[in-house]
């Protein structure tokens, strides 16, 4: 691909992890006075990751306003309820907490490096609130020069309006712009843009992301994001 003059990332499972992930259940579950073993707390929060992800549920269109997002994720969260009665409730109160998200390892260190180097980043996320004060409890708000959220747009990705709304506030071509998230239904839509589209392997809790791909793709030093900030 020729050398990207402007990188788009996804938000969640690809900058940002839920806080704690299965472990969110354990301690939700602990303050309402059920104890829940990691074992259980490990395969409720897959289950509702993997449910979340489905044509079906992304088909439901709670990523367009924030009633729908909170109607479609306290139900899918309601499966906790078999659990402790609330529990459920908890959780969609901690997914739209900004505290309730941390940056990967990586994260930080690439979007330093990124905005270095000269490349301007831009999110472009499906979400039906404001990401925008997450990146600011972890000091990451000013490495990103434009949010393209659907929850503003009325559109979701692969709508390739997103994409192009992200491209126009960074004021580059979306030829030239790199598209990185971890969902190929979703961020692949970046292609049908113009954009080249780079998806990374599935997360695995709160290890790197690989996110060091990203600069060798836009040919910006490595070394550079693995020195201290």
């Given at each position: ?49 993997a ?7 992304l ?88 949010f ?31 598209m ?48 201290p900030?």
């Amino acid at each position: 691909m020729p050398k990207a003059r402007a990188v788009l990332f996804d938000f969640g499972d690809t900058l940002f992890g839920r806080a704690g992930a299965h472990r969110a259940i354990v301690e939700a579950a602990a303050g309402l006075g059920v104890e829940v073993d990691e074992t259980t707390a490990r395969n409720l929060w897959a289950e509702i990751q993997a449910r979340a992800r489905t044509p079906e549920e992304l088909a439901k269109g709670r990523d367009l306003s924030p009633e729908a997002h909170r109607a479609c994720w306290t139900a899918l969260y309601s499966r906790l309820d078999v659990v402790v009665a609330g529990l459920g409730a908890d959780l969609y109160e901690l997914e739209i907490d900004p505290l309730g998200w941390e940056p990967f390892p990586d994260a930080g260190a690439t979007l330093v490096a990124l905005r270095t180097a000269g490349v301007p980043v831009g999110v472009v996320s499906d979400t039906g609130w404001d990401i925008r004060p997450v990146f600011a409890a972890h000091g990451l708000a000013h490495l990103v020069g434009t949010f393209a959220l659907s929850c503003e747009h009325g559109v979701a990705k692969p709508a390739t309006r997103l994409f192009e709304a992200a491209c126009d506030g960074l004021g580059v071509a979306p030829a030239e712009t790199l598209m990185v998230g971890d969902n190929p239904l979703t961020d692949g839509g970046a292609v049908e843009a113009g954009l080249t589209a780079y998806i990374l392997p599935p997360a695995l809790d709160s290890e790197a992301r690989g996110l060091e791909a990203v600069l060798r793709l836009v040919d910006v030093d490595v070394d550079s994001a693995r020195r201290p900030n």
